[in-house]
């Protein structure tokens, strides 16, 4: 009994601990332009993907799962509302916005929808529809605004239309048409420009949209004609600006092509080979490494599982940083100073440049474009570096602080609660112990108490003969007539 309630108060202790912190993520180690296999989605899904705080929601029909890198895990959300297929899907201040798609019903059908995920609360809303109700098409955010360009209606294979979301109004407007209109095209944003690149309609093709000038130009075209292919592009932080598109083929088969672009020189290089032959895949990049999910081999084939890691080329190490101090950029947030809470702001000043990284507790440097929040802190002493990109392209490590958190008033009144719910728990149990009574064997033979046996006596003197059925005990003496 002693080692059972000493179990239960490890078990309690450790319990009020896992309610008031997270472990903190460890670096990973990885080779540029390589792949790798990783745990498989817990179901074949047609799927969209995209990463929010390092985890990647991977949502589509009516399943939603979240992927953790470090972890190599998958856990479920809640789903979409309206239930849909080959939709939009891009993230815009830590929530995940769904826009258009399809659904079967008397045939496919196009989608107006456009609800709005919150990771936080694990929740949906839904905001105005999209005017024109398309499908296969790509998402993108630029400066607050998300970009829905082509795609294909019930009426059209594919439209040139090119309708903008204002997220802060919730309202839509239309901007200049793609030139050539496309579907299923691959699609991700370098420096504040979209690149679509091949889809049904212009396969090799790579268009590019200025949303500042609202005007379009064309780059290099792709080493392989693709659709049904994912892109993703990388920060600049961990490896150098590029978009991957990763499988896709010119038919109706998928392929295991990875084509890597470079927006500043304008070309094209092909990377290592992923391992699983596929399209209607979906990516997310996470600290500038790119996960391939889902797909099928071919149009008509089954949905699969799949999930394999991409380092992209020029990916650097964490030996590969210099130390030093970068010009004009100053750390602001955090300050050496104690937190209340397990959020804290982080804060700082640049003069110039675009990619930025912290590197918390020894764990992965993170990409961010800005000012952002750190949450999720366990209680304690942290220390976070400061990551920049030098004149040279070289990872540059520029400031470090150390900064402590400790607990809210909420949080050290939950700790209050549960450490006296233990010591009550524990007096409790010392008293049952106590108090026990041993534990008394049953004899064979019993001895029937004296009012017991008086009272059987008593009855039995009171019984009539067996055959006399009219008198019984308890009623009148007098026969009953039937």
């Known amino acids: 009994m002693k080692k059972t309630i000493a179990l239960l108060i490890v078990f309690l202790l450790t319990s009020s601990f896992m309610l008031l912190s997270e472990p903190t993520a460890t670096a990973q180690q990885t080779t540029e332009n390589t792949w790798k296999s990783l745990k498989p989605m817990p179901d074949a899904v047609p799927d969209m993907a995209v990463a929010v705080n390092g985890q990647i929601h991977v949502i589509g029909d009516t399943k939603h799962y979240v992927y953790n890198p470090i972890k190599d895990k998958w856990t479920t959300k809640q789903p979409m509302p309206t239930t849909r297929h080959f939709f939009g899907i891009t993230t815009y201040q830590g929530k995940i916005y769904t826009i258009g798609g399809a659904y079967w019903g008397d045939g496919w059908v196009a989608s107006d929808a456009v609800e709005v995920y919150d990771p936080k609360t694990d929740s949906w809303e839904t905001k105005a529809p999209i005017p024109t109700a398309r499908s296969s098409l790509c998402a993108n955010e630029v400066n607050g605004k998300i970009y829905l360009i082509g795609g294909q209606t019930v009426q059209a294979a594919n439209v040139d239309v090119n309708e903008v979301y204002d997220i802060a109004a919730n309202t839509w407007t239309t901007k200049k048409s793609i030139p050539n209109s496309v579907d299923s095209y691959a699609s991700a944003v370098v420096d504040g420009k979209i690149y679509i690149l091949g889809g049904a309609g212009g396969l090799d093709l790579n268009q590019i949209y200025d949303p500042k000038t609202d005007t379009w130009s064309t780059g290099a075209q792709m080493p392989h004609s693709t659709r049904n292919a994912a892109a993703s592009a990388t920060s600049g932080l961990m490896a150098p600006k590029q978009i991957c598109v990763i499988g896709g083929g010119p038919d109706v088969y998928g392929s295991c092509n990875t084509q890597v672009y470079n927006p500043k020189t304008d070309t094209w290089t092909i990377g290592a080979e992923m391992p699983t032959r596929r399209g209607w895949l979906t990516t997310a990049v996470v600290n500038d490494i790119i996960y391939a999910i889902g797909g099928a081999d071919n149009f008509a084939g089954p949905r699969i599982t799949t999930n394999e890691r991409y380092t992209p080329p020029g990916y650097r190490t964490l030996d590969q940083i210099n130390p030093g101090e970068a010009l004009g950029l100053t750390l602001l947030s955090p300050e050496s100073k104690p937190y209340l809470g397990s959020v804290v702001t982080l804060e700082f000043s640049s003069d110039g440049?675009?990619?930025?990284?912290?590197?918390?507790?020894?764990?992965?440097?993170?990409?961010?474009?800005?000012?952002?929040?750190?949450?999720?802190?366990?209680?304690?002493?942290?220390?976070?570096?400061?990551?920049?990109?030098?004149?040279?392209?070289?990872?540059?490590?520029?400031?470090?602080?150390?900064?402590?958190?400790?607990?809210?008033?909420?949080?050290?009144?939950?700790?209050?609660?549960?450490?006296?719910?233990?010591?009550?728990?524990?007096?409790?149990?010392?008293?049952l112990i106590r108090h026990k009574k041993p534990h008394q064997p049953l004899s064979k033979t019993t001895t029937t108490p004296p009012h017991i046996a008086g009272l059987r006596a008593e009855q039995k003197g009171s019984k009539r003969h067996t055959g006399d059925t009219s008198i019984k005990l308890g009623q009148p003496n007098h026969p009953i007539s039937y």
Do not use: P, W
């Not at 961010?368 to 220390?383: E, K, Y």
């Not at 920049?388 to 700790?415: P, R, W």
């Open 353 to 431: 440049g675009s990619c930025f990284g912290y590197r918390l507790d020894g764990g992965v440097i993170v990409a961010v474009g800005g000012n952002t929040t750190i949450d999720g802190l366990s209680l304690g002493s942290h220390r976070l570096v400061l990551y920049t990109v030098d004149v040279n392209g070289g990872l540059q490590a520029t400031q470090t602080i150390h900064f402590t958190t400790k607990m809210t008033n909420t949080e050290s009144l939950l700790f209050v609660f549960a450490a006296v719910s233990i010591i009550s728990l524990i007096i409790y149990l010392k008293f």
